[in-house]
Nanobody, 125 residues
């Protein structure tokens, strides 16, 4: 089992920045691909970004490319999502996910093995 706890969400004005963190515990974190997903009210959950267990392969949704950066610190069992130039349409609950597959699989629709409880991000205009 892997337990994931997200933090860092909040209210920010358009153009601002936030950094989300996801602390993992349990089984070998360093061997899991990690991802961030989000779900806005009335919409389906969507992929945001993923990173390989080695940390050198990343994928991003087109809507966040150039604005968001995913990274991981295996020594701290933590994955981050740096979000810059935030837009009102980025408002959603953001979920961290861990998977025994690949970061590419997460980017292309694989349902992750483990999920966090989510953290709210609200971007005001």
């Amino acid at each position: 089992q892997v337990q994931l706890v997200e933090s860092g969400g909040g209210l920010v004005q358009a153009g601002g920045s936030l950094r989300l963190s996801c602390a993992a515990s349990g089984r070998t974190f360093s061997r899991y691909a990690m991802g961030w997903f989000r779900q806005a009210p009335g919409k389906e959950r969507e992929f945001v970004a993923s990173i390989s267990w080695t940390g050198d392969i990343t994928y991003y949704a087109d809507s966040v490319k150039g604005r968001f950066t995913i990274s991981r610190d295996s020594a701290k069992n933590t994955v981050y999502l740096q979000m810059n130039s935030l837009k009102p349409e980025d408002t959603a609950v953001y979920y961290c996910a861990a998977d025994s597959g690949t970061s590419r699989q997460l980017a292309y629709g694989k349902i992750s093995d483990y999920w966090g409880q989510g953290t709210q991000v609200t971007v005001s205009s």
